[in-house]
Every structure is written in structure tokens, then in C-alpha cells.
């Protein structure tokens, strides 16, 4: 665990967590709606690895990506990004595995009184039907999407409008995530950024978009919340 600054905050009042590449392991899930379009397309399919650097940014901006490695000329990209919220919102769980000690991890942060939430750039009814499904309707008490007319991360508004609804302060939060979308999130928020090392990008691009602290294991969270 690499923690920067003079020490870390004690006793966090919420966490918030990022879903695909935080949460829970989506890559093959990605890769396999984001190819079928492609194929329809006749454009050739990208490797499943490249798809932890497609996403991040939302379902829209991924279709504009790989796309463009794939060697699309964007007329049908509109169609693209369509097709990809449709596909996702009618099997939101396909090939989606929950990250080893995630869960265990969640139901003590749960036992402790600590307050947790999800914020995604996956379409809002995804979100919730991917979160419901993997971990139930108990451990969170925000689920939180991309809806019509919201700004997307790394804009701080999903996250603050969370902490105002917890009635915690943002200082009082962890941003969890995996990415450099995901810390520029948290530090425009004003909360505790913690990078994750079991996601879809490296430690480089964590450090270098000031991540707080790295961990290798959700279960380290525990030592981050309890000091």
C-alpha cells in the first residue's frame, strides 16, 4: 500500500466506489457488447485487453474509441452508441464476476456504519441492475448512473450530490476507482482518493492524477477507514 501526504485520514464516513474495473471485473462483459457491434458494423473486433482503456469514460466515449481502432469512419457511431446501451440494459450481468475479498470487504465497511455508494458513467438503469445483481439490495445506499441532462466523470457533481444525500461532508469520503477518470473525480470533489490495483489500469496512471493512496486488495480499505 503506497500512501502519499502526512498520513492517512482516520475513520471515513462513506465510500464511494466506482463500478467497472472497482467493483467488479467487466471487461469481457465490454469487450463482448462493444464487438458484436463491430461486427455488425464490419469492422473487426479489438482484443478484450484493449478494452480497459476504451472504458472509463462511459458507454459513448468507448464505442468512439474503439471504433476508431477499429478503423470506423464514424457515420454509424450515433447507431454504435445506441446499440451499446440497448445490448448492455438487456443482460447487464453477462460475463461480470465481483473482484475476489470485494464483498466481504463491503459487508464489514457495512457492519462498521460506514455509508457506501456506487457512481458510474454506465447508463443510470444498467448501474442499478448490474449493482442489485451482483451484490443485492442491502449493502448500498446509493446507486448512482449516468442519467439525461447529468455530467459525467470526471465532473465532481455525481459525487458531491452523494455525499449531500449521505449528510456526510466530501473531506468525510473515499473515492475508490481504478482509473485516472476515477481521481480526478475524487480530487475535484474534495474527498480521499484511493486508487485500486486489481482494476483496468496500472499504477503509473493512478500516481501520476494524485491519487491519495494505492492498494493491491479491497480488503486494505478496512485499514484505510479504521486508521
Known amino acids: 500500500m503506497n500512501v502519499k501526504g502526512d498520513g492517512v485520514k482516520n475513520m471515513f464516513q462513506a465510500c464511494i466506489f466506482d463500478l467497472d474495473g472497482t467493483l467488479a471485473d467487466t471487461v469481457e462483459s465490454i469487450a463482448h457488447v462493444a464487438n458484436q457491434i463491430l461486427e455488425q458494423f464490419g469492422l473487426p473486433v479489438q482484443p478484450v485487453n484493449d478494452f480497459k482503456y476504451h472504458a472509463g469514460d462511459g458507454g459513448d466515449v468507448l464505442m468512439e474509441r474503439c471504433m476508431r ?47 457506501l455508494a456506487v457512481l458510474s458513467n454506465k447508463p443510470h438503469e444498467a448501474t442499478c441492475l448490474a449493482v442489485r445483481g451482483l451484490f443485492g439490495d442491502d449493502i448500498f445506499d446509493v446507486i448512482q448512473g449516468l442519467e439525461v441532462g447529468m455530467k459525467r466523470k470526471p465532473s465532481p457533481s455525481g459525487a458531491l450530490k452523494i455525499a449531500d444525500f449521505l449528510q456526510v461532508d466530501p473531506e468525510n469520503c473515499m473515492y475508490i476507482g481504478d482509473t485516472n477518470t476515477d481521481m480526478q473525480t475524487g480530487k475535484a470533489a474534495g474527498m480521499y482518493t484511493v486508487g485500486v490495483l486489481w482494476g483496468f489500469r496500472d499504477r503509473k496512471e493512478l500516481e501520476e492524477n494524485h491519487a491519495d493512496v494505492i492498494i493491491e486488495k479491497p480488503r486494505q480499505l478496512l485499514d484505510l477507514q479504521a486508521g
Open 69 to 115: 481502432a477499429a478503423g470506423g469512419d464514424f457515420s454509424r457511431l450515433k447507431e454504435g452508441q445506441r446499440l451499446y446501451r440497448e445490448i448492455f440494459a438487456a443482460n447487464p450481468l453477462y460475463k461480470v464476476t465481483v473482484f475476489d475479498g470485494m464483498r466481504e470487504t463491503l459487508e464489514e465497511l457495512k457492519k462498521r456504519h460506514v455509508k
